[in-house]
């Protein structure tokens, strides 16, 4: 059986059961209950028609759910008069439903959650193993997100910007469990951008192809972080960097920069270098003063630091970050790596103990501590 | 969202604000009400998205390490003036470390004698996350 399949039917599914009139949060728990029992039974017993079998155990599962209520006969009545959707609706519900799932007023873990079961056709489990919680506590998560949104109609038009912040949370936060969460972003970001005609969809996407295509680099396999210059390219996947680097040309064709387009053009110019020597620094710096004018962020101000430093020497690189704001997170590693790099050894190695100190995540803090020590190595001969 | 571990301590904890006996000194009623009101915060947590899991811990302890190639552990203890003991702990999964003080506040506020909150000390630590594939 292919699961991926038939994920990508659940959010048209989901759309028909709404389209017949049964409110979303229902609709979308049938749903789950269709996927369950199709994860359960098509190995064995795969179906001729794997929509259709879903749609009518989705509708079976609402109706039981709603049995008592009286508006059953009149629903199926209308049901029996309805057409069947086509594709063209399939792809306008399963957007309609991302827009839902990345409303405003959803916290963005709760619209994380929310996109992975209803649009990503995953399981409560799947997600609640993905992001190390309960089954229990992720059910509730869903549901409370699927009653802060019972008042949105599902037509209403939705922002873009904020399914795309969604996606872009998925791909980042890492992944445990059975389901790879980075892929997963992938996908759902290849449909959002095949139903819209959006640069910042595709800049998005082209982002996200270009850094998993350095996945396999970014780590050793016991779980060390590898910096960038210190990768080994020849792992890098060609093929998803030629993709990735083709759609954001297209989407920077259209001359309406936005953030995603530009980070994505960052990491295209490192997938670009065959060696860190060789990587157009000065080209880099362009686009984070491009991406500063557009986010405004000291994030930013501390990433482009780094970028002076290598295009212009450690002195302009720490002139640069005097200009950011010290409280940013990683501030410290920045400068640490700059002081090394314009001979300060000594203030270097106990900036990078500080870096550590203030890691959020153990590779990183693994690095860190890993760079003071070496550091220190040296200072004592 | 982020973990944070809320950690009880039997000791080593700052002063209490409030002198309370030891829970064997409270009447059934009121050790009952404790356990059971413990018991709805961990609900209410799961109901907001937020519950990991909790435990507790018996105040015994052993010190071990290694005893060198080939030899058994050493063990020592338990110490009765261990000076930090701890209870048990509750992980959350919290959209803030603001949020997360938030609810070790109100855990804080668990019931004791004559049902008044008994104002206990948690500590609150957060866990280390996963990297993030895009920082560069």
Same mark, same amino acid.
């Given at each position: 059986?292919?699961?991926t399949?038939?994920?990508e039917?659940?959010?048209a599914?989901?759309?028909v059961l709404?389209?017949?009139?049964?409110?979303?949060?229902?609709?979308?728990?049938?749903? !789950?209950?269709?996927?369950?029992?199709?994860?359960?039974?098509?190995?064995?017993?795969?179906p001729? *028609?794997?929509?259709g079998?879903l749609?009518?155990?989705?509708?079976?599962?609402?109706l039981?759910?709603?049995?008592?209520? $009286?508006?059953?006969v009149?629903?199926?009545?209308?049901?029996?008069?309805?057409?069947?959707?086509?594709?063209?609706?399939?792809? +306008?519900?399963?957007?309609?439903?991302?827009?839902?799932?990345?409303?405003?007023s959803?916290?963005?873990?709760?619209?994380?959650?929310?996109?992975?079961?209803?649009?990503?056709?995953?399981?409560t489990?799947?997600i609640?193993?993905a #992001?190390?919680?309960?089954?229990?506590?992720?059910?509730?998560?869903?549901s409370?997100?699927?009653r802060t949104?019972?008042?949105?109609?599902?037509d209403?038009?939705?922002?873009?910007?904020?399914?795309l912040q969604?996606?872009?949370l998925?791909? &980042?936060?890492?992944?445990?469990?059975? %389901?790879?969460?980075?892929?997963?972003?992938?996908?759902?970001t290849?449909?959002?951008?095949?139903m819209?005609?959006h640069?910042?969809v595709?800049?998005l996407?082209?982002?996200?192809?270009?850094?998993?295509?350095?996945?396999?680099a970014r780590?050793?396999?016991?779980?060390a972080?590898?910096?960038?210059a210190e990768?080994?390219? $020849?792992q890098?996947?060609?093929? /998803?960097?030629?993709?990735?680097v083709?759609i954001?040309q297209a989407?920077?064709?259209?001359?309406?920069?936005?953030?995603?387009?530009? !980070?994505?053009?960052?990491?295209?110019?490192?997938?670009?270098?065959?060696?860190?020597?060789?990587?157009?620094?000065?080209q880099?710096v362009?686009?984070?003063?491009?991406? *500063?004018r557009?986010?405004?962020?000291? %994030?930013?101000? /501390? &990433?482009?630091?780094?970028?002076?430093?290598? +295009?212009?020497?450690?002195?302009?690189?720490?002139?640069?970050?005097?200009? %950011?704001?010290?409280t940013?997170?990683?501030? $410290?590693?920045?400068?640490?790596?700059l002081?090394?790099r314009?001979?300060d /050894?000594?203030?270097?190695?106990? /900036? #990078?103990?500080d870096?550590?100190r203030?890691?959020? &995540?153990?590779?990183?803090?693994d690095?860190?501590?890993?760079?003071?020590?070496?550091?220190?190595?040296?200072?004592r001969? | 969202?982020?973990? #944070?571990?809320?950690?009880?301590?039997?000791?080593?904890?700052?002063?209490? %604000?409030?002198?309370?006996d030891?829970?064997?000194?409270?009447?059934?009623?009121e050790?009952?009400?404790?356990?059971?009101?413990?018991?709805?915060?961990?609900?209410?947590l799961e109901?907001?998205?937020?519950?990991?899991s909790?435990?507790?811990?018996?105040?015994?302890g052993t010190?071990?390490?290694f005893?060198?190639?080939?030899?058994?552990?050493v063990? *020592?203890?338990?110490f009765?003036?261990?000076?930090?003991?701890?209870a048990?702990?509750m992980?959350? *999964?919290?959209? $803030?470390?603001?949020?997360?003080?938030?609810? +070790?506040g109100?855990?804080?506020?668990a019931?004791?004698?004559?049902?008044?909150?008994?104002?206990?000390?948690?500590?609150?630590?957060?866990?280390?996350?996963?990297?993030c594939?895009?920082?560069?």
């Open positions: 059986m292919n699961e399949l038939l994920r039917l659940i959010p599914v989901t759309g709404v389209r017949r009139g049964a409110d979303f949060a229902r609709a979308e728990d049938a749903v !789950q209950e269709a996927l369950l029992r199709a994860l359960d039974t098509w190995p064995s017993d795969p001729t *028609d794997p929509k079998w749609i009518t155990v989705a509708w079976r599962k609402f039981d759910a709603t049995r008592s209520e $009286s508006s059953r009149a629903r199926e009545a209308r049901v029996a008069a309805e057409p069947p959707p086509g594709p063209t609706e399939d792809a +306008a519900d399963t957007l309609q439903l991302c827009f839902l799932c990345a409303h405003p959803l916290t963005p873990a709760s619209a994380v959650a929310l996109t992975l079961r209803a649009v990503g056709g995953l399981t489990r799947q609640a193993e #992001y190390l919680v309960p089954e229990a506590t992720m059910a509730q998560r869903i409370r997100a699927k949104v019972s008042d949105v109609g599902f209403e038009v939705g922002d873009v910007a904020m399914v969604v996606l872009y998925i791909f &980042n936060e890492g992944y445990s469990g059975e %389901v790879d969460l980075a892929q997963e972003a992938i996908r759902l290849r449909q959002v951008s095949a819209t005609d640069e910042e595709t800049g996407l082209a982002l996200m192809l270009l850094h998993h295509a350095r996945r396999s780590t050793t396999p016991a779980g972080l590898v910096p960038l990768q080994d390219r $020849s890098w996947d060609t093929e /998803l960097i030629a993709e990735g083709a954001l989407a920077l064709a259209r001359d309406r920069l936005g953030e995603f387009q530009v !980070q994505a053009a960052i990491a295209a110019l490192h997938a670009d270098a065959p060696t860190v020597g060789e990587t157009d620094w000065v880099i362009e686009w984070y003063d491009e991406l *500063d557009l986010a405004d962020s000291p %994030v930013v101000r /501390l &990433n482009r630091a780094v970028a002076v430093g290598e +295009a212009d020497g450690a002195q302009a690189g720490l002139a640069a970050l005097e200009q %950011v704001d010290r940013v997170p990683r501030h $410290s590693a920045v400068e640490a790596y002081r090394e314009a001979g /050894l000594a203030l270097a190695a106990r /900036l #990078y103990g870096a550590a203030a890691a959020t &995540n153990l590779a990183e803090r690095h860190l501590t890993r760079q003071a020590a070496r550091l220190n190595g040296v200072l001969g | 969202m982020a973990k #944070y571990l809320v950690l009880k301590h039997y000791r080593g904890n700052p002063a209490p %604000v409030v002198d309370i030891p829970m064997d000194r409270w009447t059934p009623a050790v009952d009400a404790h356990v059971q009101w413990m018991h709805d915060f961990a609900t209410r109901e907001t998205g937020e519950f990991v909790h435990q507790a811990l018996s105040p015994e010190f071990v390490r005893g060198g190639e080939g030899k058994p552990p063990t *020592d203890g338990p009765a003036e261990t000076k930090d003991l701890i048990g702990w992980i959350i *999964d919290v959209e $803030s470390y603001e949020r997360a003080v938030e609810v +070790a109100a855990y804080s506020a019931p004791g004698p004559g049902g008044e909150p008994i104002f206990e000390w948690l500590e609150v630590r957060p866990f280390y996350g996963s990297p594939t895009i920082v560069e």
